[in-house]
């Protein structure tokens, strides 16, 4: 499929309980964006349905419900199957509002890497090795590992270096 927008590939998730209640306990409230040469495979048919799902994506945004963060803006490729995801990102202009630590939403001017996601019965585990962030005020590259499990509280092992950072605009960057 050449184009589609997200937003019309959603009700699909309803087909699926498992993928329904993964977006809930993430906290999705709304997903939007557009896909392009989007590749499908999807095995209803067999005991334990799979599926993969491969596209490049550009303006996908995420609002987030409740204590999750919200971001728009995200610009990449994605390779995404029933257990794992590898998202390639490539954007240049990214809104992030997580209202819980940060007292104004951040403008991302940059952010290039890839992340991995891998899905088990018990946790999420988000990953990767280097993540480029640019924002007006200061350059960093991470290196994350994020653990979400169930009724586990959240645990992230972060290394971070920062540089050319303005340290007039850090108020705008602490909780």
């Known amino acids: ?11 699909l998730l309803r ?6 209640a993964h977006a809930e306990r993430l906290g999705v409230e709304h997903l939007a964006g557009d896909f392009y ?4 495979d999807w095995d209803l048919l067999s005991p334990q349905p799979s599926w993969d799902l491969r596209t490049t994506f550009s ?3 995420i609002r987030g419900r409740e204590r999750m963060p919200s971001i728009a803006g995200l610009k990449g490729e994605l ?14 202009r990214v809104e992030f509002d997580y209202p819980k630590v940060f007292r104004q939403p951040l403008t991302i001017t940059a952010l290039q890497g890839d ?3 891998d899905r088990s019965a018990e946790r999420v585990t988000v990953s990767s090795r280097d993540l480029k962030l640019e924002t007006p005020h200061l ?3 991470v290196w994350l590992d994020l653990l ?10 972060a290394y971070a270096v920062y540089e050319n950072g303005d340290i007039s605009a850090a108020s705008r960057y602490l909780p």
Request: net charge negative; no cysteine.
């Open 59 to 61: 303006a996908v945004s």
């Open 79 to 92: 390779d995404i199957s029933e257990k794992a995801a590898t998202i390639v990102l490539d954007a240049t």
């Open 37 to 40: 040469g989007l590749y499908l």
């Open 115 to 117: 992340v991995r996601i």
């Open 139 to 141: 350059q960093s590259r």
């Open 15 to 20: 087909v699926s309980p498992a993928l329904t």
């Open 148 to 157: 979400l499990g169930g009724d586990e509280v959240p645990f992230i092992d």
């Open 1 to 11: 499929m050449d184009f589609v927008r997200v937003q019309e590939l959603l009700p």
